[in-house]
């Protein structure tokens, strides 16, 4: 399809565990997004990419959190040394350009258990 | 940080019931934002708010973008069983494009 497409759709991690999410965003989106949404509460922003470069970490909880995207295209959250209270759904998301009203199209997510 | 009180948390209705959801918050922002959420999907928007003031509809929704510019509501006409979902409202301010701040969502039932 064309939309905004995440992998694993969903992963189950033990405690300590390094994990990898990817996103696949709309073809040719210069904007992507990544969100937390822990159960039962909306999105929370972690990070933000203008094409390869990183504009905005602001919202990554820790040091244990990783983004990247290096040919301005798919993007790769990590997430080191895994912990129960990591366990959430990933979202990302990609808007065509930068500009503030650009609407966000947001994939079906990564839902993530720690155990 | 930046924080947006949605309310009510739930809501039960009949089919053809109007419902009315809000949204406030202690910050100004520049764009309001409604979005619906069905399980295991991510939020679709549904209505971008861009003015303070401004009434803008979608169908059987329509939102409004408080004169304050630290709320917003959500208004749906006539609900239909495909209403059920969680709706949610976000904020934007104009420094961080794209950035939402979302609020803890509203879950709508709607009995056939």
């Known amino acids: 399809g064309a939309g905004v497409s995440q992998s694993p759709r969903y992963k189950v991690a033990k405690r300590g565990q390094d994990v990898a999410l990817r996103c696949d965003p709309i073809s040719g989106h210069v904007s992507l997004f990544w969100y937390q949404q822990a159960l039962g509460q909306g999105p929370e922003f972690l990070t933000y990419?203008?094409?390869?470069?990183?504009?905005?970490k602001s919202g990554l909880p820790s040091d244990r959190f990783f983004a990247e995207r290096p040919e301005g295209s798919v993007s790769t959250l990590k997430i080191q040394r895994t912990q129960q209270e990591d366990s959430a759904v990933y979202l990302c998301?990609?808007?065509?350009?930068?500009?503030?009203?650009?609407?966000?199209?947001f994939g079906s997510g990564t839902q993530l258990s720690v155990l | 940080g930046q924080q947006l009180n949605q309310s009510p948390q739930s809501m039960f209705i009949q089919e053809g019931e109007d419902v009315s959801m809000n949204c406030t918050s202690s910050?100004?922002?520049?764009?309001w934002l409604w979005y619906k959420q069905d399980p295991g999907e991510g939020p679709v928007l549904l209505i971008a708010?861009?003015?303070?003031?401004e009434l803008t509809s979608n169908g059987r929704l329509t939102a409004q973008f408080g004169i304050t510019r630290k709320d917003s509501f959500l208004n749906i006409s006539a609900s239909i069983p495909s209403d059920v979902g969680i709706y949610f409202c976000a904020g934007q301010q104009s420094t961080n494009a794209g950035k939402s701040t979302f609020g803890d969502g509203t879950t709508l039932t709607v009995k056939p």
């Open positions: 708010l861009y003015k303070a003031g």
């Open positions: 998301a990609s808007s065509l350009m930068q500009a503030t009203n650009e609407k966000l199209f």
């Open positions: 990419f203008q094409n390869e470069a990183q504009l905005d």
């Open positions: 910050s100004i922002f520049n764009t």
